[in-house]
C-alpha cells in the first residue's frame, strides 16, 4: 500500500491505495470526512500513513475491517510494535533497524479509534469501537441527606479511554543561548533567518509562519497577526483555528523580514505569501513547503555542531515560550499568546528549568553559583 497526494500546485489531498493502484474506499471516506470538518491537509496526511498501517495488517492477518473486534486490537499493537519505521532518513544501526517507537504506535491506535468513531456514526460499523476499553470507578457512597437530589445516579460509572501503548512523555527542550547565536550565524539567506528569528521572538508554528501573507505584518505597530487559513499550496497551516495577534518588539525579527522583502523575496509573482522559494529554477516564486523549511534548518543546525535530540524548527517555538515564562509571563497569557486551546498544552513550559534546580539546589547546599 502507498499514501498519494494531488499534484504540486494545488491544495494538497491525500489517498491510500492498495497495492493494485486502487483507492481504499473506506479510509478515503474518512479522509473526506476530516477534510470537510475542516483538519489540515498535515493532519490528513498523518491519519492517512497512520491507517495504510493499519490496513496493512488487516491484509496481512486476512481480516475485514468491518469485523474488527476487542481481540484484533490486541493484535494490531503487537504487528505495530513489530514494524520498522521506514520514514527518511532512519537507517539500521549496530542494534538493528529502528522499530516504530510507542509514540507512533500510539498514533496509529487512536488514528484507528477515529476511524471508528466515524464509522459507527456513518452506520458502517456496529458499535461499540473496539479501539476503546471501560473502567468501572466507584463513586462515594450518597448521604440519605442528599439521597433525593442525587436519585438515580449509579455509584459506579464507567471510564472510556482509548486502548493505547506506554510511551515516555519527553518535554520540550529548549535551545540554549549559545545554541542560538551559533544557528543564526549559520543562517545565510536573508528568508531563513527571518524565518528563525521569527519563530523564535514570536513563538509562530512553522505553519503559522509559513502560512503569513505580506498584510499580515504591521511593522509600524510592531506585531504580526497570524490568520486562520487553508489556502497554502504545499499545506502549511497552524493548528490553531482562532485568529490571534503577536506583538514583536524585539527589534530583530520584523526588521530581518521588511529587509528580505524589500531585497530577497522575489518580485515577480503577485502571491500574497511573504515566504517563497528564491533561486533561478523552476520552483521560484513558489510558496516555501515546510519540507523545504525543516531542511534548511536541519543542514545550519548540522554545521553549528547542534546534535541535540529534537531539534526542529518547532524547538524554537519552545524557546521562546520557555523563555516569556522564566522572564515572569503568566500562564494565562503566555497561552493567548501561542495561541493554544486548553491551558493544558501551556502547562509543559511550566515546569522548572533545569538550570533552575541547580541553581536552587547550589543555594540549599550552601554551594557558590
Known amino acids: 500500500m502507498q499514501v498519494t497526494r494531488t499534484p504540486e500546485g494545488t491544495v494538497p489531498r491525500y489517498f491510500v491505495r492498495d497495492d493494485a493502484g486502487n483507492s481504499v474506499e473506506p479510509i478515503h471516506d474518512f479522509l473526506r470526512y476530516l477534510d470537510a470538518r475542516g483538519s489540515s491537509p498535515n493532519t490528513i496526511r498523518s491519519y492517512a500513513y497512520d491507517l495504510r498501517r493499519v490496513w496493512e495488517f488487516f491484509e496481512a492477518r486476512g481480516l475485514e475491517w468491518q469485523g474488527f473486534n476487542?481481540?484484533?486490537?490486541?493484535?494490531?499493537?503487537?504487528?505495530?510494535?513489530?514494524?520498522?519505521?521506514?520514514?527518511?532518513?532512519?537507517?539500521?544501526?549496530?542494534?538493528?533497524?529502528?522499530?516504530?517507537?510507542?509514540?507512533?504506535?500510539?498514533?496509529?491506535?487512536?488514528?484507528?479509534?477515529s476511524f471508528c468513531d466515524w464509522a459507527i456514526i456513518a452506520g458502517t460499523l456496529t458499535p461499540p469501537n473496539p479501539m476503546r476499553v471501560s473502567k468501572s470507578i466507584n463513586k462515594p457512597a450518597v448521604t440519605d441527606r442528599h439521597r433525593p437530589f442525587f436519585e438515580g445516579i449509579s455509584h459506579r460509572s464507567a471510564s472510556v479511554r482509548v486502548i493505547r501503548v506506554r510511551s515516555v512523555h519527553r518535554l520540550p527542550r529548549?535551545?540554549?543561548?549559545?545554541?542560538?547565536?551559533?544557528?543564526?550565524?549559520?543562517?545565510?539567506?536573508?528568508?531563513?533567518?527571518?524565518?528563525?528569528?521569527?519563530?523564535?521572538?514570536?513563538?509562530?508554528?512553522?505553519?503559522?509562519?509559513?502560512?503569513?501573507?505580506?498584510?499580515?505584518?504591521?511593522?509600524?505597530?510592531?506585531?504580526?497577526?497570524?490568520?486562520?487559513?487553508?489556502?497554502?499550496?504545499?499545506?502549511?497551516?497552524?493548528?490553531?483555528?482562532?485568529?490571534?495577534?503577536?506583538?514583536?518588539?524585539?527589534?530583530?525579527?520584523?526588521?530581518?523580514?521588511?529587509?528580505?522583502?524589500?531585497?530577497?523575496?522575489?518580485?515577480?509573482?503577485?502571491?500574497?505569501?511573504?515566504?517563497?522559494?528564491?533561486?533561478?529554477?523552476?520552483?521560484?516564486?513558489?510558496?516555501?513547503?515546510?519540507?523545504?523549511?525543516?531542511?534548511?534548518?536541519?543542514?545550519?543546525?548540522?554545521?553549528?555542531?547542534?546534535?541535540?535530540?529534537?531539534?526542529?524548527?518547532h524547538a524554537l517555538r519552545h524557546t521562546h515560550a520557555t523563555r516569556m515564562w522564566e522572564a515572569g509571563m503568566r500562564e494565562l497569557t503566555l497561552q493567548r499568546?501561542?495561541?493554544?486551546?486548553?491551558?493544558?498544552?501551556?502547562?509543559?513550559?511550566?515546569?522548572v528549568s533545569d538550570a533552575t534546580v541547580l541553581a536552587e539546589y547550589s543555594r540549599a547546599m550552601g554551594l557558590k553559583p
Open 174 to 313: 529548549p535551545l540554549s543561548d549559545d545554541q542560538i547565536e551559533r544557528l543564526l550565524a549559520e543562517l545565510t539567506s536573508l528568508r531563513d533567518r527571518a524565518l528563525v528569528l521569527l519563530m523564535l521572538h514570536g513563538g509562530l508554528r512553522p505553519g503559522e509562519a509559513l502560512s503569513l501573507h505580506l498584510e499580515d505584518i504591521a511593522y509600524g505597530r510592531r506585531r504580526v497577526t497570524v490568520r486562520c487559513r487553508d489556502d497554502h499550496p504545499k499545506g502549511a497551516r497552524g493548528k490553531s483555528r482562532v485568529e490571534r495577534v503577536v506583538d514583536m518588539h524585539d527589534g530583530q525579527a520584523l526588521d530581518t523580514i521588511s529587509g528580505y522583502v524589500m531585497r530577497d523575496r522575489p518580485r515577480e509573482t503577485e502571491t500574497p505569501f511573504i515566504f517563497l522559494v528564491g533561486g533561478n529554477g523552476t520552483r521560484r516564486s513558489e510558496p516555501l513547503s515546510y519540507a523545504a523549511l525543516a531542511k534548511a534548518f536541519a543542514r545550519a543546525a548540522q554545521r553549528a555542531g547542534i546534535k541535540s535530540p529534537g531539534v526542529t524548527p
Open 70 to 113: 476487542i481481540a484484533n486490537a490486541v493484535n494490531l499493537i503487537a504487528y505495530l510494535h513489530d514494524r520498522i519505521d521506514m520514514r527518511p532518513g532512519r537507517s539500521a544501526n549496530a542494534a538493528g533497524p529502528d522499530r516504530l517507537s510507542p509514540a507512533t504506535v500510539n498514533r496509529a491506535l487512536a488514528a484507528m479509534s
Open 337 to 351: 499568546r501561542l495561541g493554544h486551546a486548553s491551558p493544558e498544552s501551556t502547562r509543559i513550559y511550566t515546569r
